[in-house]
Structures are given as structure tokens and as C-alpha cells.
């Protein structure tokens, strides 16, 4: 059964989730420290953190940024502070949601199942890469992608996009990319030309459009622009559709 670890000071809080999350069939792990919570996390397989912001010993933010030297666990923060600009922060640093104080707890089992049905694959012999018209992808000179399924589609020469490794390649250089950085861009990939409002984009990754964070995908399309940018300065896949919001333009032959 899925293993959940509570990062949270307050009792209370805790407590509670602990019953709720149990009464669910996750068994959980609370700890109220988060060098504490790191430690266990270096040598404990868990499937789902949930982290509060203000901890007695460091921030949740300076935790996760730790967390993520060594794992791409999914983490739900909780947090007392509902600023936009937290959320943002939150999310970047590698969050998949955001949970304001005070919260139904019942509700925030429903994300803790809604972001592990999205991030659970099951593991297979074969990779499943997509690509988006590698037609000048050298396959010999990357061993690392040996004895791998290829898709392929007549789209110019652009993507290419391990679903098992979650590595997306981007003209045959691999990108650095958050867990919301990834599945964006692989969503919009995905489905060339097509346009995608906001909302459609943080329901694809897994994150409420209720919570309030639709402006945050403004962020995470800058950033990704940049890196993508920093490999093919002239380029400009994503776009963007003024009152719409965004799309992937594949390069024209």
C-alpha cells in the first residue's frame, strides 16, 4: 500500500491526517523536523510527501529544494500563507500542489490519490519513447537509448520524449526539468497546434485549477522558455494565443 510521509509541527494537524490517510489504506510516517524528515526519506522508499511550509528547523521550501538533490517524490505543501507568490514559489521548486490552512482533510486525501493515479507508472521492459520528427537523430551515438520503442511522428525535427525516464530531449539535447516543468511540456508536445487554455494545462499536470494557481502556468511557461531558448536561441515552439493561452508550433520543413 502507498507509504505517505507527514512533515508537519502541528499535532493537531498531523494527527488528523494520519486518521484520514489511514482510514484510506496508506500507511504514514510523521515526522515534525524536516533534517529529521530528510534523513528518513534518504533511506526510506515513500510514495508521497506531505510537507508543511513553516517548520521549526528550516522552511518547507529550503526542504524541498534538499528533497529534490535526491528524489522526484511528489510533495503537497501545506501552508497558512495563500500568497500567489508562494504558491508560485512552491510550484517551481518542484511541489505538484498547494494546500492553503485551513483545509478539509478528506479533501487533501482526494489530491494525495489524484497525484499518485497521475504519477504511478507501471514499470515496463521497453521504453516508450515519443518523438516529434527526429529525422536527424544520430541513435548510434546515444547508448543510453538503445533497445528502446520508438515513435515517430512527420513533425519537424524538435522533441523527443522518454515517458519512463522522464527525459525530454529537445534538438538532441536533454533538458533540465522540474515534474510540473515535464509533464506541461509534454502536454503541449504532445498535441501539436493544439491550443490550451490554463486551466486545461494545470488539469494535465495534475494540479487543481480550483486552488488558484492558473497564473502560476504563466511561470512555468517563461521558464521553460528559457531553457529552451539556452539550446535554440532563435526558436519560439511554445506560443503564445493571446486569450486563449498556449500552444506548440512544430519547426515547418
Known amino acids: ?29 510523521w515526522e515534525t523536523l524536516a533534517g529529521k524528515a530528510i534523513d528518513y526519506l534518504k533511506n526510506t522508499p515513500v510514495d508521497l510527501v506531505i510537507m508543511d511550509v513553516g517548520l521549526p528547523d528550516m522552511t518547507g521550501f529550503e526542504a524541498c529544494k534538499q528533497l529534490r538533490k535526491f528524489s522526484e517524490v511528489p510533495v503537497i505543501f501545506l501552508t497558512a500563507r495563500g500568497a500567489e507568490l508562494d504558491r508560485v514559489v512552491g510550484l517551481e521548486i518542484g511541489a505538484d500542489d498547494y494546500v492553503v490552512k485551513p483545509f478539509s482533510p478528506r479533501e487533501l486525501a482526494a489530491r494525495v490519490k489524484a497525484i499518485l493515479k497521475r504519477t504511478r507508472t507501471t514499470a515496463a521492459p521497453e521504453t516508450a519513447i515519443h518523438t516529434h520528427a527526429l ?10 537509448l538503445v533497445n528502446t520503442t520508438i515513435t515517430t511522428s512527420t513533425q519537424a525535427d524538435e522533441f523527443l520524449i522518454d ?4 527525459q525530454i530531449f529537445y534538438h538532441q539535447q536533454p533538458l533540465t526539468l522540474t515534474r510540473l516543468e515535464f509533464s506541461l511540456l509534454q502536454t503541449l508536445v504532445g498535441q501539436p497546434g493544439r491550443v490550451f487554455s490554463r486551466e486545461q494545462l494545470l488539469d494535465a499536470v495534475g494540479v487543481s485549477a480550483d486552488a488558484g494557481y492558473d497564473r502560476t502556468i504563466d511561470g512555468h511557461i517563461k521558464t521553460l522558455r528559457t531553457k529552451l531558448r539556452a ?11 493571446r486569450g486563449f493561452g498556449y500552444a506548440y508550433q512544430p519547426l515547418s520543413r
Open 1 to 29: 500500500m502507498p507509504h505517505i510521509v507527514i512533515l508537519e509541527d502541528e499535532p493537531s494537524i498531523a494527527e488528523s491526517l494520519v486518521f484520514v490517510l489511514q482510514a484510506e489504506s496508506f500507511t504514514t510516517h
Open 135 to 144: 529525422h536527424a537523430l544520430d541513435l548510434s551515438k546515444r547508448k543510453d
Open 163 to 166: 515517458d519512463v525516464r522522464k
Open 231 to 241: 539550446i535554440a536561441p532563435d526558436a519560439e515552439p511554445i506560443k503564445t494565443q
